[in-house]
Each structure stands twice: as C-alpha cells, then as structure tokens.
Nanobody, 117 residues
Framework: QVHLVESGGGLVQAGGSLRLSCAAS????????MGWYRQAPGKQRELVVG???????HYLGSVKGRFTISRDNANDTIYLHMNSVKPEDTADYFC???????????WGQGTQVTVSS
C-alpha cells in the first residue's frame, strides 16, 4: 500500500548537523499525523518529534530547540533537521505517517545515526 524510505543517516561529530529524509511512495498532502522516532539497541522506541492534526508539534524534551520536523508535499517527503547533535542522539531513526483509512500508519526501515564525541 505504501512504502516509507528513510535516508540521510551516518556518522557525525557532536555539535554537528544532519538532515534525515523520509520518502513516501504516495502523496502525503493529506497526512495530518506524522513523526520521527528513534531506537537504540535494546531500548524502547521513542518519539523524537511529531505533528498531530497537521499543526501541533510535540518534541522529546531532550531534542526541543535542536531538532525540527518539516514536510515537502511536492516530493512526498518529510524531514528531520538535527542540529547540535549529541552522542545521546545515537540511534536508528524511523519515520511514521498516518495515511488514514484504509492504509493506516506505516513505518520505514530506519536510518542509523551515530554521533561521535
């Protein structure tokens, strides 16, 4: 029904910046609920930043002021802009978009971010 592909991860030094992309195989123009999540090995997946109702943005406290989420409807892509990254940001990052009925929400395969000291 829908495929999400995350990209842009890699190795970055603490204090640096990175932009993650999540490309969808179908239009995201009508998607109102979306988010970026992350998961470290052996850890629970956690919400990093998400949008609800197309307007309200929710941030993980530790990333607020450093990370932002954006969308590009023309390219059916959402982004996670990561600034001033810290070693604690090291994790696999996943996107999730809610396409509504009948598709529902979908996950991408993840992209790995490693922040060095």
């Amino acid at each position: 029904q829908v495929h999400l592909v995350e990209s842009g991860g890699g190795l970055v030094q603490a204090g640096g910046s990175l932009r993650l992309s999540c490309a969808a195989s179908r239009s995201i123009a009508s998607v109102n609920n979306m988010g970026w999540y992350r998961q470290a090995p052996g850890k629970q997946r956690e919400l990093v930043v998400g949008i609800v109702g197309g307007r309200s943005t929710h941030y993980l406290g530790s990333v607020k002021g450093r990370f932002t989420i954006s969308r590009d409807n023309a390219n059916d892509t959402i982004y996670l802009h990561m600034n001033s990254v810290k070693p604690e940001d090291t994790a696999d990052y996943f996107c999730n978009l809610d396409f509504g009925p009948p598709t529902g929400s979908s996950w991408g395969q993840g992209t790995q971010v490693t922040v060095s000291s």
